[in-house]
Each structure stands twice: as C-alpha cells, then as structure tokens.
C-alpha cells in the first residue's frame, strides 16, 4: 500500500517538475523576465529542453530504482514511506538545483543579447478586468469553518464516551498506528488543526482575491486571460482542498467517537479519494492556468515589455517589493501563487498558523 501511494505521488511530482517550464507565464524564463518578441530565441528553447530532458532522465532512474527495491526486497512500509519520501525530496532538490543553474543561464542571454536595452517598459492598468474577476466570494469557505465548529462541539459534547487512548496518526490501511492519552485538548486536536488551517485557507483566498492583477503591455489579451484563470481556478481549487481536508479529518474524528463508522473498506478508499482529488485538482489546475496565455494570439508591440521586476526577485523565487501593496503573487517557477515577503501580512497569514500547527502536533505527539 505504502508503495503505491509514494510511486503515485513521486510520478506526480517528476511529471509536474518536468514540464514546470512550459506551464509558467510565458514572458517569465526560469524566473526571468523575457521579452515577448524574443520567446521563439533558438537558445531559450534550447535551455527549456535540456532541463525537461535532464529532471525527466533523473527521476526514471529513481522511480524505476524504487520500484526494483520494493518489488524485489519486500521491505517493511515504514522502510518504503522513508525512502520514498527521500526519493520525492531528491527530485524536488535536483529540480530545483537545476533551475538555479539555467536561471543563470537565462540571465546571461538576456544580458549578452541585450533584449531589453532599446524596448519602453510600460505599465498597464485596466479596472475593468476586476469586473471580469469570477474568484469566489469570500463566504462561502466559512460552510467548512462552521462544519468544524459543530464536529468540535460535538466531540466535547460525547468526550465521556471518547476511548482513554486518542488517535493521533493514521496508518495507509487507514487504521490508527499512534496515540496519545485522552484529554480534553487531545480530544479536539485534529479539529483544532483543521479550523487553523481552514482559517489560513481562508486568508489566503482573501489576500490573492485583494491582489494586483498584473498585465503585460505588449500582450494585452494573453495576459489578461492567464490573470483571470489563474484568480478563478486557484480559488475554486483551494476551497476544494480545503473540503477535502475537511471531509477526511471529519471521518476520522467521527470514527473515534463511533467506531462503527469505519466499516469495510471505506477506510482505505477515503484516504485514497482524497489523494486522487488533491493530485487531479492540482494536474487540472497547473494545465488550465499554464496553457490559458500560450492559446491566445494577440497582436504584439515590438517596440514596448512588460515592467521588468527581476530586481525584485531573489534568484527568480522570492518576491521582495516593498512598492507592491500585494500580499501574494504570482509565482515565477511554478504554477500559483508566492508570498511578497516585504509585506509582513504575508508571514501572518501562512507562517503563523503552520507554527501553530506544529506546535501543538509536536506537544501532542510527545
């Protein structure tokens, strides 16, 4: 079981990491800013090649190197679960060693060619488009919140019938594989994690909804349509996460205090519906935003770009503008959304809760 979860969501991470470069905004090379007129350079399509050709040669290599250890050694699964798990940080790293190294790459072609010297960088501004804006309202991520609030008031509510061993993990057979001794936190522990998390949910669907919609100046209507589909689908994307999360934790919760809840095999299949929900909806979402500026043909100005903000971009990654009200951009590696770290609204919308988080994991765990 173990194995077939680690190879299904290792195979995920490859295929994603691979075509990584094909799925971002398409003036944006390996976190540089390239001019439009320039995209169809031989030598940048060269460099794109080369770094799905290597990631993807890499991770065969290993997924085929786990599966022959898997099938061949019969190993236990906490053995699987932890070389699986290296064998997904292995790829992430050696992806992202590899676009560190064609970032500069990138950067050096830009400057030896001198794509930008003799262009007018041009910042649009269009209100109209926040008419066009289909992200959901704010409100409708408090029916999972509200949903929380009842099934914790419903645990303390039947805390005497609760068992005097609380379930604090939950093996891929979907039985409880470690415990903690009952206590009226421990017994709202999972619930407390999911309200903290939804209200991060939450912020964050907040904080992109009230953020800049960014154009390019010399495609216009590419531009304005990679915005819009990123702004709808992440939105609809993260409040399906959020339910998700939201339905599995519920069940476990409601398991603990009627056991008779986990019948038959939907143990098992609730966990799996759940991977293949978040691993679908992240394929569906990364296709839809990344192709939704590459099928749109619009007129392009040769004599303009876009406001060019690599200076503001710490090795194409990390977004630093303190001149930039937004508390989330789009991402320059990847598909979605990064934090404006010179915005400290940011930290408290993510980093906090995820301490908070691990905080109480850790003291409940212990």
Same mark, same amino acid.
């Given at each position: 079981m173990a194995f077939l979860v680690f190879l299904i969501i290792t195979l995920f991470i490859a295929v994603t990491q691979i075509v990584i470069p094909y799925l971002v905004k398409k003036t944006?090379?390996?976190?540089?800013?390239?001019?439009?007129?320039?995209?169809?350079? *031989?030598?940048?399509? !060269? #460099? !794109? !090649?080369?770094?799905a050709i290597a990631v993807a040669l890499i991770s065969i290599v290993l997924l085929t190197g786990y599966s022959v250890w898997s099938l061949t050694t019969e190993p236990q699964e906490e053995q699987m679960a932890i070389i699986g798990m290296l064998m997904e940080f292995g790829i992430l790293l050696i992806s992202l060693s590899l676009y560190i190294y064609y970032h500069g790459k990138? !950067?050096?072609?830009?400057?030896?060619?001198? /794509?930008?010297?003799? #262009?007018?960088?041009?910042?649009?501004?269009?209100?109209?488009?926040?008419?066009? =804006?289909?992200?959901?309202? /704010?409100?409708?991520?408090?029916?999972?919140?509200?949903?929380?609030?009842?099934?914790m008031s419903y645990t303390i509510f039947n805390y005497d019938i609760l068992p005097q061993q609380i379930p604090t993990h939950w093996g891929p057979s979907g039985e409880p594989d470690a415990f903690t001794e009952k206590?009226?936190?421990?017994?709202?522990?999972?619930?407390?994690?999911?309200? +903290?998390?939804?209200?991060?949910?939450?912020g964050v669907h907040v904080a992109t909804k009230n953020s800049g919609i960014k154009l390019s100046a010399s495609n216009l209507a590419a531009s304005k349509n990679r915005q819009l589909t990123l702004r709808k689908y992440s939105s609809w994307f993260l409040f399906f996460v959020m339910l998700a999360c939201t339905i599995l934790m519920s069940f476990y919760q409601l398991t603990m205090i009627h056991p008779e809840f986990a019948v038959g095999s939907i143990k098992i299949i609730?966990?799996?519906?759940?991977?293949?929900?978040?691993?679908?909806?992240?394929?569906?979402?990364?296709?839809?935003?990344?192709?939704?500026?590459?099928? +749109?043909e619009g007129?392009?100005?040769?004599?303009?770009?876009?406001? =060019?903000? =690599?200076?503001? /971009?710490?090795? *194409?990654? %990390?977004?630093?503008?303190?001149? =930039?009200?937004?508390?989330?951009?789009?991402?320059? %590696?990847?598909?979605? /959304?990064?934090?404006? %770290?010179?915005?400290?609204?940011?930290?408290?919308?993510?980093?906090?809760?995820?301490?908070?988080?691990?905080?109480?994991? %850790?003291?409940?765990?212990?």
């Open positions: 944006v090379i390996f976190g540089v800013t390239i001019p439009e007129q320039y995209m169809n350079d *031989g030598a940048i399509k !060269k #460099l !794109k !090649k080369q770094y990138t !950067k050096q072609l830009k400057i030896q060619h001198k /794509w930008v010297e003799h #262009l007018k960088q041009v910042k649009v501004t269009d209100l109209s488009v926040r008419k066009e =804006d289909e992200m959901l309202p /704010w409100y409708i991520y408090l029916l999972p919140i509200i949903t929380t609030l009842g099934l206590s009226p936190l421990s017994a709202i522990q999972h619930t407390l994690l999911l309200l +903290i998390m939804q209200l991060m949910f939450l609730l966990p799996f519906a759940f991977l293949f929900i978040v691993l679908a909806g992240s394929l569906i979402f990364a296709l839809k935003v990344g192709r939704s500026d590459k099928k +749109i007129t392009i100005d040769e004599k303009i770009m876009e406001v =060019d903000e =690599d200076q503001y /971009w710490k090795g *194409g990654m %990390f977004y630093f503008n303190k001149n =930039d009200p937004s508390i989330f951009v789009e991402k320059r %590696f990847g598909v979605g /959304w990064t934090i404006n %770290f010179a915005n400290p609204v940011g930290y408290l919308i993510v980093f906090v809760p995820l301490i908070i988080i691990i905080i109480i994991s %850790f003291v409940m765990g212990g």
